[in-house]
């Protein structure tokens, strides 16, 4: 039996701009690639990780990548007021992190998971050496092979590879996922940075999952489940949760609804339909009063879910401060870090702006305690996307949200956020390519800006944001966020990309933007107006 360590604790050491020229603690691992010395750890061996600073700049827990790990502290020679570091260890069996597909030959991190009636039908799959860092320089292929009526559900419960918010266009660590069984299928996901309860399906019975890591810097990796569903109303995991109370709370859709006050419960597939329409009970006329319906939405592959309304009436309770809990009221659900979440409450006659999911799933519960002769209901028309409602461009398939604009094509047209004028969904990044003639420019001329973020647009504040680069692959260009009025943009070359990324807290009607590829005489004129450059 073989087990792994892992320590985490408390730490304070002295920092300076270099953590070798200062106090640090120096991370020593056992992987089987040794030095010049004999194996194991020894003054030969080198060090896999060096920490300095304070608890926050140190990882959560440190796991070793087999069955040794060494710490070593050296303090400096000035004095400081540092306090060291104190933390727990322990030894964990290194079989609770086996992937439980089976591994092709030769290979070092490949692995085909297929659906047999004698198998179980779910499992698990890690990256290499999870929950330690995963190796620099690897590819790894997970490829699900389901049966015909079958499709593949895949959740991704952590997912950590490097801190940030970049685009993933700019990271050397990253996941793809593909609707098929090769690398020329349509994108599904692109998942970099830092992911939490992220979950896809697939449209058909192959799903293939690339895991590409590049960097000097790994990160944890990930740890994911899958699970073969039978592409059937009653076999879904929608349903299940609805008949079964015992079951996995974490595949359930939808807050919980009594089945003595809601006669209305619905599910929409994009299996069966693309589109469709929801009323509310006896819609023209008013709903019963006590009325509590629940409608769950479930798409497939890049698909999102979008409604648009087209009729809103609620009763409001006269007098009251306009507060959704305590009037008729359509609440909106999406899942965020694995959970459920309210996205939103809607009440009275106003409409509600269109909205999309952040996943393949989306919920709506409707509680209408009061009704009158006055309150309609509400009409709301449905569609699975998978074009984002933009509208506009040509979708590449190799990125679950990209879209190419060429001069040779068209000369002047618009581009939009996702689901605009509605709000943008969150957890999405969207990437436009403009590609001139090579006497040719890109202006951008932004009619409309509502981004959620605070300047200079990072992490630390929890903005969106959207990014301008004259390079297919730019850390350095400067992002823009919040309300602006007037935003104009002019490339210097003849490529533009635009890059739009939100994160999972708040929500804004993104942006509008009309676009001309110039000739480089007309566009000195076009400069002279812009509020920036690229």
Not at 84 to 108: H, L, S
Not at 220 to 235: E, L, T, V
Not at 407 to 426: D, F, Q, W
Request: glycine share 8%; net charge neutral; hydrophobic share 30%.
């Amino acid at each position: 039996m073989t087990f792994r360590a892992y320590v985490y604790g408390r730490w304070k050491l002295s920092f300076v701009d270099n953590c070798t020229r200062g106090d640090y603690l120096k991370v020593y691992y056992e992987d089987g690639v040794h030095g010049p010395g004999p194996p194991g750890i020894n003054e030969y061996s080198s060090w896999s990780k060096i920490l300095c600073g304070n608890r926050a700049d140190a990882p959560p827990a440190l796991y070793s990548h087999g069955p040794v790990m060494v710490l070593e502290l050296k303090s400096g020679e000035k004095p400081s007021n540092a306090s060291g570091f104190i933390g727990t260890y322990r030894f964990i069996d290194r079989r609770n992190f086996e992937t439980d597909g089976v591994k092709a030959t030769d290979a070092q991190c490949d692995y085909v998971f297929s659906s047999q009636t004698d198998r179980p039908t779910h499992g698990r799959l890690y990256s290499p050496r999870y929950p330690s860092s995963y190796p620099n320089k690897v590819r790894c292929n997970y490829l699900f092979n389901a049966r015909k009526h079958e499709r593949i559900k895949l959740v991704f419960e952590e997912a950590y590879l490097q801190k940030g918010d970049e685009s993933c266009l700019n990271r050397l660590d990253i996941i793809k996922v593909f609707d098929g069984r090769i690398s020329t299928a349509p994108v599904i996901a692109m998942l970099c940075n830092e992911i939490v309860g992220y979950e896809i399906l697939s449209t058909g019975p192959d799903l293939l999952v690339e895991f590409t890591a590049k960097s000097d810097t790994p990160g944890q990796g990930f740890k994911a489940s899958y699970q073969f569903i039978m592409d059937d109303n009653s076999s879904t995991d929608l349903d299940s949760s609805k008949k079964s109370s015992a079951g996995d709370s974490s595949i359930a859709v939808g807050p919980a609804v009594s089945a003595a006050t809601s006669t209305c419960d619905q599910v929409f597939r994009s299996d069966k339909s693309h589109s469709g329409k929801l009323i509310s009970p006896l819609y023209p006329s008013p709903y019963p009063p006590k009325t509590q319906c629940h409608y769950d939405f479930l798409a497939r592959g890049r698909q999102r879910v979008r409604l648009v309304f087209e009729d809103f009436s609620l009763q409001r309770v006269t007098g009251s401060i306009i507060d959704c809990e305590s009037m008729d009221s359509l609440d909106v659900f999406l899942y965020v870090d694995g959970r459920l979440e309210k996205m939103g409450s809607y009440c009275g006659n106003d409409i509600p702006k269109p909205i999309m999911s952040n996943g393949p799933k989306l919920s709506i519960e409707f509680r209408g305690i009061y009704s009158s002769r006055y309150s309609r209901g509400f009409k709301i028309s449905y569609y699975f996307v998978e074009d984002y409602a933009i509208g506009t461009g040509k979708q590449l398939p190799e990125f679950p949200c990209a879209f190419v604009y060429n001069s040779t094509e068209r000369r002047k047209g618009v581009m939009v956020s996702p689901n605009h004028p509605g709000l943008y969904p969150r957890d999405t990044e969207c990437n436009y390519f403009f590609y001139a003639r090579k006497n040719e420019r890109v202006h951008v001329h932004f009619t409309h800006f509502d981004v959620e973020g605070v300047v200079p647009c990072e992490a630390v504040s929890a903005s969106d944001y959207v990014q301008f680069s004259s390079k297919m692959i730019d850390k350095q260009s400067r992002r823009y966020c919040g309300q602006l009025r007037e935003l104009q943009i002019a490339s210097e070359g003849n490529f533009l990309r635009v890059t739009f990324r939100s994160n999972d807290r708040l929500d804004g009607t993104g942006f509008r933007a009309e676009y001309i590829f110039l000739k480089d005489s007309e566009m000195q004129r076009a400069r002279t107006d812009s509020s920036g450059k690229i």
